[in-house]
T-cell receptor
């Protein structure tokens, strides 16, 4: 059983399009993180959100934490080929380890 | 400063042999994680060390897998009697141990069992 469900699993779009990736759970998390992984490398942390309803922007990427702190979304505006990669969400509590979703594989075609 | 390093970067071994994978975390990070990732898949949690607490071994797939962390720093993941299904990329991550649990990953070790 996966604690964090990500959708869609695969996303293939043209350069310039917008997209949203979702991360959902039935559990409450004290923080939620998004990572991006490129081929042959380890995941790299993009952002951490900690407050229900929080919205963070990182250039063309907008991250939102749900009010109940059970879900999150990542929105990319005007996607570019450099955005291609595996996007992973991860939820943590004050005790214990971090839990990762299975990831969304994004491909942006020029 | 230096990031997380892992060695070797690639390892090819014959079925039935034992292998050791090494992880050097970021200095001062109290938490260390091992994950396994098959081609195109997400991260499969293996084991988690936090300070001097007993490790969370709940993700280890079988008793052929073990890991230790010496002196609260370097960690070694050992796979005994390797099987072809053990072929994957093994990733290590360290974390400063704050409540946010933010992780910093190494580049991984690609293990191929022939």
């Amino acid at each position: 059983t996966q604690l964090l469900e990500q959708s869609p699993q695969f996303l293939s779009i043209q350069e310039g399009e917008n997209l949203t990736v979702y991360c959902n759970s039935s559990s409450v998390f004290s923080s939620l993180q998004w990572y991006r992984q490129e081929p042959g490398e380890g995941p790299v942390l993009l952002v951490t959100v900690v407050t229900g309803g929080e919205v963070k922007k990182l250039k063309r990427l907008t991250f939102q934490f749900g009010d109940a702190r059970k879900d999150s979304s990542l929105h990319i505006t005007a996607a570019q080929p450099g955005d291609t990669g595996l996007y992973l969400c991860a939820g943590g509590s004050t005790l214990g380890r971090l839990y990762f979703g299975r990831g969304t594989q994004l491909t942006v075609w020029p | 400063g230096a990031g997380v390093s892992q060695s070797p970067s690639n390892k090819v071994t014959e079925k039935g042999k034992d292998v050791e994978l090494r992880c050097d975390p970021i200095s001062g990070h109290t938490a260390l994680y091992w994950y396994r990732q098959s081609l195109g898949q997400g991260l499969e949690f293996l084991i988690y060390f936090q300070g001097n607490s007993a490790p969370d071994k709940s993700g280890l797939p079988s008793d052929r897998f073990s890991a230790e962390r010496t002196g609260g720093s370097v960690s070694t993941l050992t796979i005994q009697r390797t099987q072809q299904e053990d072929s994957a990329v093994y990733l290590c991550a360290s974390s400063p141990g704050t409540a946010l649990r933010e992780q910093y990953f190494g580049p991984g070790t690609r293990l191929t069992v022939t």
